[in-house]
């Protein structure tokens, strides 16, 4: 959906993210008070909105996480992160509703390649084999 339609161009052949990257414009978008583009990726995407989560509380999904990385990605690569006087606004899009299953999931995450083994492999960790059903919940 970027302009101009070069900055479209990837190797990546499917994305996870939901809600980014399809490939039509949708008719809430008005291109022409788009100063810049920047492209996100879902490991990136999926790692900010974990941490948003984990550090924040914010209960988001990962298309917020495509936001904020985004959002840090421009500043960084227009040199724009070293001026501590800079305030910026990042709208994040989704609830963390429909992703419980998914990036929220360390076995998911593991699945489709975005987190290595190790990190569901920890034996000592009090959750390691159990599911829900063997939390005693009231």
Known sequence: ?????????????????EGIGKDFVPDSISREYIDDWVKVYDKESYAVARDLIKQEGLLCGGSCGSAVYGAFKYLKDNNLHKNKDLRIVVILP????????????DDWMVQKGF????????????????????LKVK
């Open 1 to 17: 959906m970027a302009q101009p339609e070069h900055l479209n161009k990837t190797d990546v052949k499917g994305f996870t993210v």
């Open 115 to 134: 987190n290595p083994t190790t990190s569901i492999e920890n034996k000592a960790h009090p959750l390691y084999g159990k599911s829900c059903a063997d």
């Open 94 to 105: 989704d609830s963390i509703r429909n992703y419980l299953t998914k990036f929220c999931c």
